[in-house]
């Protein structure tokens, strides 16, 4: 098949893993690009980072206070 699509069977074999694992194509069939794949990952990194700098800014503000 592989060769009947022009294709190296490495290529088709890794394109069947990901179609099983659901990746990495985005709503219906269309491929997303490298930059789409990465959103949600940048997401959630944004998410934690945010998370992290509210824990940090709270402890700053409660030192504070004590040192007065």
Not at 4 to 31: D, Y
Not at 51 to 59: D, G, T
Request: hydrophobic fraction near 40%; avoid cysteine.
């Amino acid at each position: 098949m592989a060769k009947e699509w022009g294709l190296v069977e490495q290529t088709l074999r890794h394109g069947g893993k990901a179609a099983a694992k659901g990746a990495p194509n985005g709503v219906g069939n269309r491929r997303m690009t490298p930059e789409e794949r990465k959103l949600p990952r940048l997401q959630a990194e944004g998410g934690r980072l945010k998370r992290a700098l509210e824990i940090v800014m709270k402890a700053a503000a409660s030192f504070t206070k004590d040192a007065w």
